[in-house]
């Protein structure tokens, strides 16, 4: 129908709260209460339909309804164990292991991102490149979860990527000169520093509402992602740093992330394995005026009041010192 909303948008008369119904007495969980407007109603046939007089619905302005979304990623918001690869925010042709932290596919880039992400703080993983096959190529990074999940990291302006393949970054489609190639049996560590002020751009467990028995997003209109001056990507190969990828990135929520490529004919496809920590195969990068990283497993616990100090000697740029981590599961 011309002007009809998408399926998984509708407008509702105010914004739907999550209801505590533990207290109300089964009899009142049935339906509303009745009024006393007239006489029951008759159906065709004569006799008196039930339930008695309608309930009054008063009426409503169109400021005020409000837009919810339903929620599509139920099983990652309200998932409370480690950080893994979600099961949810991933393409369909990507096959995640049964512990979630390895991930295989082929017949083209797809993308799969883990459960967690930071919009605050400085944080870290690795991947191992378990296995590539003739055909197999892949792009590490972090993304967004506004990025293309039917397209490899740094296909778009949401994610950022390192290329297996002459070691080159990535970011909306545009391949750099970065750092050394990779290949199987490598280990691929990601950092990720946001300084504190961003904003996460991302819906938390404590943004839903409940609405006919269905979860839902108040889809309010917010601005657009500015940069976030002092952030920063950048990888190591094997614990050798690579160098700061980009600067100043867009401030979001960005999640541990990978696309793998095969071509068509090789059927086993291709596998990463990632590593949230806190024991990783190489020590933790450290770079001159940014706060020491942390484990991105670390982001399944409740962010508390827990400072980074930055190291010792720094020359410490504005909004890098004392910074609070702050983490969205998504």
């Known amino acids: 129908m011309e002007g009809s909303l998408p399926t998984d948008q509708l407008q509702v008369a105010a914004a739907p709260a999550p209801l505590d119904l533990s207290e109300i007495e089964p009899s009142r969980k ?25 309930a009054v619905i008063p009426e409503l302005n169109p400021s005020d309804y409000v837009r919810v979304v339903k929620v599509t990623n139920k099983d990652d918001l309200l998932h409370e164990g480690p950080v893994l690869l979600s099961k949810s925010d991933k393409a369909s042709q990507m096959h995640l292991s049964d512990n979630r932290m390895s991930v295989t596919s082929s017949k083209g880039y797809r993308m799969a991102r883990a459960t967690h992400g930071a919009f605050q703080g400085t944080w870290y993983f690795e991947v191992k490149i378990t296995k590539l096959g003739k055909s197999g190529h892949v792009r590490l990074g972090w993304s967004t979860r506004k990025g293309d999940l039917q397209a490899p990291v740094g296909y778009d302006q949401h994610s950022f990527g390192y290329r297996d393949l002459e070691g080159v970054k990535v970011h909306q489609a545009l391949r750099e000169a970065y750092g050394e190639p990779f290949t199987e049996g490598d280990i691929i560590g990601c950092l990720l520093h946001m300084p504190e002020g961003g904003r996460a751009f991302e819906k938390e467990k404590s943004d839903i509402v409940t609405w006919k028995g269905e979860l839902y997003f108040v889809d309010e209109p917010t601005a657009d992602p500015a940069k976030l001056e002092g952030s920063l990507v950048a990888f190591t190969k094997n614990g050798r740093m690579q160098g700061i990828a980009y600067r100043d990135i ?9 696309s793998i490529y095969t071509l068509p004919e090789q059927k086993d496809g291709a596998t990463v394995t990632f590593n949230f920590g806190p024991d990783f195969e190489h020590t933790l990068p450290e770079l001159q005026g940014c706060p020491p990283a942390r484990p991105v497993a670390e982001l399944s616990g409740p962010p508390d009041d827990i400072a980074f100090p930055a190291p010792a000697g720094a020359d410490t740029e504005p909004g890098l010192e004392g910074i609070k981590p702050s983490a969205v599961t998504t």
């Open 250 to 258: 867009n401030e979001g929520t960005y999640s541990p992330a990978a």
């Open 30 to 54: 049935r339906s509303l209460p009745p009024t006393t407007e007239g006489p029951p109603k008759r159906s065709k046939k004569g006799k008196k339909s039930k339930g008695g007089s309608k």
